[in-house]
């Protein structure tokens, strides 16, 4: 199976400033057709997970231009370009190459 | 718009069975491949299995391989999975995810969740 890692698991910021999240793949997530099938997903308290990001860099519909994606192979990046308070929760990559899909353990973002 | 709508969650005795449903409307469901996530309580998420758009293809984690079915119906708009010989640590929310057409792990739209919880 795929490990998924991510860093910081908490993240203290600041409204107005930036945040960055890494995940990191145990294998290339480079997937036989040429796509890289990495994710991340924000979770509010009290919600289900939302798609915020797919194939490592593009917004789903309706989210925000602050947030933006970056990687390749089995490093990836999420930031946010000025943390807002909608903006807390917990933030997972996922991918999708290889069955079965799996999870990184989660980055909670909260306001300091 | 669509709406997933999970059900059939309560609690259940170690080694029992339960049957949880996801009613699916605002999308041709019969086109879309489906998902099981979980989520135990206070933990990350967990993909449980899958369910090709035909139903044809199915994959699970093996976690739960040999217990759970998934299933769908499409006349009804309806996943199911079948979840058999229940351990404590299948308690958890589970939520229906739909996948986008590019991509089977492209969850771009979920459930509520519906909550199990498996006791002696």
């Known amino acids: 199976d795929i490990v998924m890692t991510q860093t910081p698991l908490s993240s203290p910021v600041t409204l107005g400033q930036p945040a960055s999240i890494s995940c990191r793949s145990s294998q290339s997530l480079i997937h036989s057709d040429g796509n890289t099938y990495l994710s991340w997903l924000q979770q509010r308290p009290g919600q289900p997970p939302r798609l915020l990001i797919y194939k490592i860099s593009n917004r789903f519909s309706g989210v925000p231009d602050r947030f933006s994606g970056s990687g390749a192979g089995t490093d990836f990046t999420l930031k946010i370009s000025r943390v807002e308070a909608e903006d807390v929760g917990v933030y997972y990559c996922m991918q999708a190459t290889q069955f079965p899909l799996t999870f990184g353990p989660g980055t909670k973002v909260d306001i300091k | 718009e669509v709406q997933l709508l999970e059900s059939g969650g309560g609690l259940v005795q170690t080694g029992g069975s339960l049957r949880l449903s996801c009613a699916a409307s605002g999308f041709t469901f019969s086109t879309y491949t489906m998902s099981w996530v979980r989520q135990a309580p206070g933990k990350g998420l967990e993909w449980v299995s899958g369910i090709s758009a035909g139903g044809d293809s199915t994959y699970y984690a093996d976690s739960v391989k040999g217990r759970f079915t998934i299933s769908r119906d499409n006349s009804k708009n309806t996943l199911y999975v079948q979840m058999n010989s229940l351990r404590a640590e299948d308690t958890a929310v589970y939520y229906c995810?739909?996948?986008?057409?590019?991509?089977?792990?492209?969850?771009?739209?979920w459930g509520q969740g519906t909550l199990v919880t498996v006791s002696s």
């Open positions: 995810a739909k996948s986008s057409p590019r991509s089977y792990g492209e969850f771009e739209n």
